[in-house]
């Protein structure tokens, strides 16, 4: 017979009932007693977004409890010496499935060695194959990874042998696929957990959550993707004291709550704006070459904005064109971590640790700004919302494919969105230099980089020229000042047509 419980709220008209025979006190004493049960061997789910949003006092007392062989899924593992860094220097972790290396040493030099298997996937497809797990879906087919070794095709490696051979132990593996309405798609499997660990600003007694600003990120569809989820959070309230329409996650999804006793939320890429000194006369440093040739690239970036447009900026230059917006333009900006509407670099001291962009840095909202999970911000992707991506890239191909995630066995950055980004299909524009450091070409016949996505670039714009691509072939249609055709196929490794109406390279005006 079913049991029914009844609690009435102090001085509140509120009723609630359950048949429910997990445990009713959701709230533990302290971190440790939280992941006291985890075993070797588990399956773990961290929220996070760089060291947004992460489980910090969780992941500490994981590393204290000394539990072993742990496959991890999170989409990054921190810094060497924080976040789930820490575990990957104590090995503890016998897997991570991530969709990005970023800046941890750590964990790009166990994975070359041999010593960490590492399942690397685009950050879309892990936050929907998270989502999808805790909604019961157990695979789904995305445009995603469609013609790259990392998903279709398989054989990226997984595990390298631990002798410095370089040879290859585990491999990832080929995906089913399938066409739709003419377009393949690929076959991927959902993920679920053991325990999830993730972090919240705000819970009630009864695991309903809420989080703060862009530290939503991932936290959400991990939580729902385990079978027993501990949130670590700053403040703990009553049943009640969260309106009902206030809940971003609720509480049946969450079986254990933590209150954090102290928070460091360590920022990885503090970036502020330069104050500007009105009564200083020292005249501003010249810009080297190498800056001369951003800038230029950049400023022609910037002319791709249209008014009304939603877009989406890759790290590094294509960032920077949004300080080049022309006068009576206005975009939107999504940030893949969850943020749309993204405003400029805050002040000194009006920093935000839970407030950031995908790459790490530290941002401010605008008026009409909205924040969600990776999961929403991942389906907007997918579903074409976003008209504009400007990515960069380390080879473009003649027909359009793009290579600029990894150089495999020396350097590991991951995919992150841009597998996703790619295929979305959305006009994709790639901003990098003409040559590498080497003086070798970048835009070739053929990459020879495993792909980020096939036939997805419309326009290049290098510090040269600008191409674009029509029909699978390249199209020169703007060139540099004190530059010729010439010069330019001399720097090219893949043929091209002259457009009949070639133009100097276009800037935006300052």
């Known amino acids: 017979m079913l049991s029914r419980n009844l609690k009435t709220l102090v001085n509140k008209n509120i009723l609630y009932f359950t048949t429910s025979t997990s445990k009713s006190n959701k ?52 810094v060497d010496d924080f976040g789930l860094g820490i575990l990957l220097k104590s090995k503890q972790i016998k897997r991570m499935i991530s969709s990005y290396v970023g800046e941890n040493a750590t964990f790009e030099s166990q994975y070359l060695k041999g010593e960490l298997e590492v ?33 279709e095709e398989g054989g990226f490696p997984i595990k390298y042998a631990n002798d410095g051979s370089g040879k290859v132990e585990i491999k990832s593996e080929p995906r089913p696929t399938k066409v739709y309405n003419g377009r393949k798609y690929c076959l991927e499997e959902s993920i679920t957990g053991d325990y999830a660990l993730i972090k919240a600003w705000k819970a009630d007694t009864r695991g309903n959550l809420v989080f703060r600003n862009t530290a939503r990120n991932f936290n959400p569809p991990m939580a729902t993707a385990a079978k027993i989820a501990i949130a670590e959070v700053e403040e703990i309230v009553e049943a009640g004291e969260i309106k009902p329409d206030e809940v971003h996650l609720p509480g049946i999804y969450i079986q254990r709550i933590v209150k954090g006793p102290s928070f460091e939320k360590r920022i990885e890429r503090l970036t502020v704006q330069q104050e500007k000194d009105a009564s200083s006369q020292t005249p501003a440093k010249p810009k080297n070459e190498a800056a001369l040739k951003r800038e230029r690239i950049v400023r022609r970036a910037a002319l791709e904005f249209q008014d009304g447009m939603y877009c989406n900026l890759g790290i590094g230059m294509p960032t920077l064109a949004s300080n080049y917006i022309p006068k009576g333009i206005r975009i939107e900006l999504q940030s893949e971590n969850g943020l749309l509407g993204m405003g400029p670099f805050p002040k000194l001291g009006e920093h935000d640790a839970d407030l950031i962009n995908a790459g790490k840095e530290t941002v401010t909202t605008i008026p009409g700004s909205s924040i969600f999970s990776s999961a929403d911000s991942f389906a907007m992707i997918r579903g074409g919302h976003v008209d504009l991506t400007i990515l960069g890239g380390m080879q473009v191909s003649g027909n359009g494919d793009l290579a600029n ?106």
């Open 405 to 510: 995630w990894v150089i495999p066995g020396s350097m590991v950055k991951g995919p992150g969105g841009a597998m996703d980004l790619t295929s979305s299909g959305s006009r994709v524009v790639v901003t990098m230099e003409h040559t590498s450091k080497d003086g070798k070409p970048k835009i070739l016949e053929k990459c020879t980089l495993p792909l980020t996505g096939k036939s997805c670039v419309n326009r290049i714009i290098t510090e040269l020229a600008v191409f674009d691509i029509v029909n699978g072939k390249l199209e020169l249609i703007e060139i540099a000042d004190g530059q010729t055709v010439e010069d330019i196929k001399s720097k090219t490794g893949a043929p091209f047509t002259v457009s009949k109406n070639l133009k100097p390279l276009q800037q935006v005006e300052i």
């Open 27 to 78: 709230v533990y004493k302290n971190a440790k007693e939280a992941v006291q049960d985890i075993p070797n061997g588990s399956k773990l789910l961290v929220g996070g977004f760089g060291l947004c949003g992460i489980p910090e006092n969780l992941i500490s007392a994981v590393r204290d409890s000394g539990v072993k062989d742990l496959t991890v899924v999170s989409n990054n593992a921190g």
């Open 119 to 151: 399942e690397l996937t685009p950050q879309g497809n892990l936050a929907e194959r998270l989502r999808a797990g805790g909604a019961g879906i157990p695979a789904f087919y995305t445009s995603t990874g469609v013609g790259t070794v990392l998903v």
